[in-house]
């Protein structure tokens, strides 16, 4: 059984930068897709960014060359690295497994963008 939970979000400036967690505290995450997704107070959630088993990533256009995904297969965990961040990023930011239909949705982390 896989059980995820999110790190690192924090009040930042624009422009700063923000390192997420997303561990797996039951079955490891070595064999699937994780992807990142954030939700705003009032809006729809949606997709960030994702990696693959195989350490393929794949990006939305509104973070592609701002966030970088990454996994550690021996730390069991998913990182999302956020630079150069913009007010439009405050959300609370979410992993899960695409591939698990009804979702392993963590708790969720808040990050705040704001000067």
């Known amino acids: 059984q896989v059980q995820l939970v999110e790190y690192g979000g924090a009040l930042v400036q624009p422009g700063g930068s923000l390192k997420l967690s997303c561990a797996s505290s039951?079955?490891?995450?070595?064999?699937?897709?994780v992807a990142w997704y954030r939700q705003a107070p009032g809006k729809q959630r949606e997709l960030v960014a994702s990696i693959h088993s195989s350490g393929a990533t794949n990006y939305v256009d509104f973070v592609k060359g701002r966030f970088t995904i990454s996994r550690s297969y021996a730390k069991n965990t998913v990182y999302l690295q956020m630079n150069s961040l913009k007010p439009e990023d405050t959300a609370v930011y979410y992993c899960?497994?695409?591939?698990?239909?009804?979702?392993?949705w963590g708790p969720g982390t808040q990050v705040t963008v704001s000067p």
């Open positions: 039951g079955r490891g995450l070595s064999g699937y897709t």
């Open positions: 899960n497994l695409p591939a698990i239909t009804s979702g392993v």
